[in-house]
């Protein structure tokens, strides 16, 4: 049987990942209805998409059993819904870290988490193909204790999800500072598609220093840089006994054995190859680290990592492990707003444990 979920806000922009992942794995998932409050918008939403559309929260649970909800609006909206499921006692998976500033975090914290509230995140970057595959290659310990990440793929709590995932460094205080440079590049793609016509627009690149004491993580971010034609995104990971950059990794064995190995997308499709296009996953040598589990569905990469989180979602709403809690969530978006702060003022500051840090 799919999972069936409902989404709160299925017009939006990231609803519909959602909507595309469940129309390409059927047997995996089911929408079982959308809050779509703007009538015509709902109307367009059951044309194009063949599900049901209520104008409230109380009209889709008259007719719907979901196994969960994914709220999919922002602000104080997303927070409202959340405490309303809550108090029905409905699993939820939010869109986004679910408030705007550090007391609303403090405040969902007391009011969500503490009460014991079923929720989770639907932060995708740790989930990317590639990035499994490197985080698979961290925790085996062949690169020995990790003790530097560089993050240059995606900004501020997104970068810090993978930052901390990377170096385990939960919940623990960090010493950041900060710095922006501004220059010139051409415009490339945004959110609104291609450029339409080649001209230089201002550069601002950030970067942060975050040291945890026994790690150090490295934030580096432009703007729009991750849909770039022109720019790299880039991470790496460095232990004791080697590093990955990128696709790339070197490690020296116990016996003193330098390896110099690539991270290889496999894909199926290609040359006379007639399996059907898709990803079926990556290799480091003859090992596995990422084996695509919804092959032979032709997702790409962020499709595939929101699948992982709807998949991930759906074990926890039956009884299953957390896998990116509220807190851990509000953690990454206090990070964020801590570098922020660092590059705007210069000054070195401190991100302090805070009440939903645990342990």
Not at 222 to 237: V, Y
């Amino acid at each position: 049987m799919p999972v069936q979920f409902s989404i709160i806000g299925g017009a939006g922009f990231r609803a519909q990942y959602f909507l595309r992942i469940a129309e390409a794995l059927p047997e995996r998932f089911r929408v079982s209805g959308m809050v779509v409050r703007n009538e015509t918008k709902g109307r367009e939403m059951e044309e194009r998409w063949g599900v049901s559309c209520y104008r409230t929260l109380e009209a889709l649970l008259a007719k719907e059993q979901p196994d969960y909800v994914i709220v999919s609006v922002s602000g104080a909206a997303g927070a409202e819904y959340l405490l309303r499921l809550a108090e029905l006692g409905i699993p939820a998976l939010t869109e986004t870290p679910p408030a705007g500033d550090l007391e609303g975090h403090r405040q969902l914290h007391r009011e969500l988490t503490v009460k014991g509230a079923r929720i989770q995140v639907a932060e995708q970057y740790p989930f990317h193909p590639m990035q499994e595959a490197r985080l698979a290659l961290a925790r085996s310990g062949r690169l020995g204790r990790i003790t530097e990440t560089t993050v240059s793929i995606s900004h501020l709590y997104h970068a810090a999800a993978l930052m901390r995932g990377i170096l385990d460094a939960g919940y623990k205080e960090a010493r950041i500072r900060g710095m922006r440079f501004e220059s010139e590049w051409v415009k490339g793609p945004d959110r609104g598609g291609p450029p339409e016509e080649d001209r230089l627009i201002p550069l601002r690149r950030e970067l942060a220093w975050l040291d945890f004491g026994d790690s150090l993580g490295i934030y580096d971010f432009t703007k729009d840089q991750h849909r770039s034609w022109t720019r790299f995104n880039q991470l790496s990971i460095r232990g004791e006994r080697g590093e990955i950059l990128n696709q790339q990794v070197r490690i020296q064995t116990p016996d003193t054995l330098p390896l110099e190995l690539e991270l290889k997308r496999v894909n199926r499709g290609e040359l006379e190859n007639q399996e059907g296009y898709f990803l079926k996953g990556i290799l480091l040598g003859d090992q596995w680290l990422y084996d695509n589990p919804f092959a032979p569905a032709r997702l790409y990469d962020d499709e595939l990592a929101i699948a992982r989180c709807l998949q991930r979602m759906a074990e926890y709403a039956r009884g299953g492990p957390s896998f990116y809690s509220l807190p851990e969530a509000s953690q990454d978006w206090y990070l964020g707003a801590m570098i922020e702060q660092a590059i705007q003022t210069g000054e070195t500051v401190t991100a302090v444990k805070q009440c939903w840090a645990q342990g």
